[in-house]
């Protein structure tokens, strides 16, 4: 049997959700890390090595797919609402991406973000676990320009 419960070649990861009771370190005010960027929602793993599972785990399920139906979007369709329980799924994300959408175009006008655009190119070809992602860390990053301008000047 292996050291760790997860099998053979597989190591523990921290967990997903932060622990918000845990006092965060001085040098890294509301847990962002001003060497290193931005840590969007405490989530990231040291080596970097999660944040491709928002591209990996929706194209894990959507290539195999793919390569039996082609582009067949009519198929596609029939195939995602073929039941109540996956009409729900694909609802519950077709609703989530036109409030991402719109969300983004609206917070990202208000805040001046660059590149508003590039939400809309991750949801379209991937879908909402790039797409949310991506607009909160421009979001930050934005957010965080902005601080240090404000800092600068202030000196």
């Not at 419960?5 to 523990?12: H, Q, V």
Request: net charge neutral; hydrophobic share 45%; aromatic share 10%.
């Amino acid at each position: 049997m292996c050291a760790n419960s997860f099998g053979p070649g597989l190591r523990r990861h921290p967990p997903i959700v932060p622990n918000i009771l845990e006092p965060r370190e001085p040098n890294k005010p509301n847990g962002l890390d001003p060497t290193t960027g931005v840590d969007i929602l405490g989530i990231s793993n040291p080596e970097g090595e999660d944040d491709l599972l928002g591209v990996v785990l929706p194209y894990w399920q959507f290539v195999p797919w793919l390569v039996a139906n082609g582009l067949n979007m009519h198929v596609f369709f029939q195939q995602l609402f073929v039941n109540h329980i996956s009409a729900f799924f694909g609802m519950d994300v077709l609703v989530s991406a036109l409030a991402l959408l719109v969300f983004a175009r609206s917070e990202g006008s208000r805040l001046g973000v660059p590149g508003r655009w590039l939400p809309l190119i991750a949801v379209l070809s991937v879908g909402v676990s790039l797409g949310f992602p991506l607009f909160l860390y421009m979001r930050e990053r934005n957010l965080e320009q902005g601080r240090g301008q404000a800092r600068t000047a202030a000196l």
